[in-house]
């Protein structure tokens, strides 16, 4: 009797175990309707808010989209957590940016410099919410970065196809400019303060031809 109360016992906690796994894995998709797209090149799991012995990605464009959850009241986009490479700032920025009034998409590319925000929108007041998404996107980088936005929504696989460029590459570099010249044909917002114009650049930076 003994044995047959025991083995039934076990049985019992392997029953409860599998479901309990069940349930967990039925949270993960159930908890948030949001969509992220991290680049493709990227094999392993993305871990967020992860410290040591996260990958060195200094040498990568960081890129990743979000869109807007359809589910009401949904806060899974307000966990903000500190920025640990590039891909981490890009989530961020994108993360916040579908918090934002009318934005309902958005596209952001990370390089060493610049921050590249493509985001589709219903605004009625265009440069109001790409101020919005500009400062957002300031509010996450070092002070150092520079920062373009566009509602133009076809923009955002231009945006996209930079992920997979080499940052160490001359022509990444060539492709990036020219992307952010288009970029500057949507509104940018206002300009930061007296001293930096709408994207964050100073007179010095625009004197070095850092917007070419």
């Not at 925000?117 to 101020?131: E, I």
Request: aromatic content about 4%.
């Amino acid at each position: 009797m003994k044995k047959i109360a025991i083995t039934l016992g076990l049985c019992a906690i392997t029953a409860l175990t599998g479901c309990q796994k069940n349930m967990g894995n039925n949270d993960i998709y159930e908890e948030s309707g949001n969509t992220i797209n991290v680049n493709n090149k990227r094999h392993e799991l993305y871990r967020e808010g992860a410290g040591a012995g996260v990958r060195n990605v200094s040498n990568d464009y960081g890129f990743v989209r979000h869109q807007k959850s359809p589910i009401m009241n949904d806060n899974t986009t307000n966990d903000h957590r500190t920025a640990i490479d590039r891909e981490q700032l890009a989530h961020l920025i994108s993360k916040y940016s579908v918090n934002l009034p009318n934005v309902h998409d958005a596209a952001t590319l990370v390089t060493d410099k610049e921050v590249l925000v493509a985001y589709d929108t219903d605004s009625k007041d265009r440069n109001m919410t790409a101020d919005q998404v500009k400062r957002t996107a300031m509010s996450v980088v070092p002070r150092y970065f520079h920062v373009y936005v566009t509602d133009n929504k076809a923009l955002i696989q231009d945006v996209e196809n930079l992920a997979s460029l080499d940052s160490t590459n001359r022509k990444a570099r060539d492709q990036v400019n020219y992307v952010i010249n288009k970029m500057k044909k949507s509104p940018q917002g206002n300009i930061v303060n007296t001293g930096e114009d709408a994207n964050g650049l100073s007179k010095e930076d625009q004197g070095r031809g850092m917007t070419r």
